[in-house]
């Protein structure tokens, strides 16, 4: 594998890999209950765990800056979840925009 230009580790992979899997991915995850408002305490302190691991492990595309803003405002968002604010699930599901973290941060198909 050519990864001499990745900065990130196979356990960043792997932390990354976990928090897609377990908080991110399927329409029953962790992150559509969140943004629809139908979270429960539980499932937010899992998705905030999940987010804390995705802020201190490092990409494998893209540069770190743009990820660590992208993956702060997930947490910031989940803290909001947290308290219970009324426009925090809008707020979370416009930090856990898919696509827009993808296409920076997700190395393509080769
Ligand atoms: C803050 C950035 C970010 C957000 C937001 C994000 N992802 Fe990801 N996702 C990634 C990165 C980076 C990878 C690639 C990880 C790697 O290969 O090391 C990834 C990989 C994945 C994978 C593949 C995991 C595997 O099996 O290897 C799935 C599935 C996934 N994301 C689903 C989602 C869904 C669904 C959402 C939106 C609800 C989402 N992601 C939001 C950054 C993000």
Do not use: Q, R
């Not at 905030?48 to 893209?62: D, F, N, Q, R, W």
């Amino acid at each position: 594998m050519l990864s001499s230009i990745s900065v990130s580790s196979a356990d960043d992979h792997k932390v990354i890999e976990e928090a897609m899997k377990g908080g991110f991915k399927g329409d029953t995850s962790l992150a559509k209950l969140a943004s629809t408002g139908k979270a429960s305490k539980e499932d937010i302190a899992k998705l905030k765990a999940y987010c804390e691991s995705l802020v201190k492990a490092k990409p494998p595309v893209g540069d770190y800056a743009s990820w660590k803003t992208k993956t702060e405002a997930l947490v910031k968002a989940v803290v909001d979840l947290e308290s219970g604010a009324a426009d925090a699930p809008k707020a979370f599901e416009k930090a856990a925009n898919c696509k827009a973290c993808h296409e920076v941060h997700k190395p393509k198909k080769k």
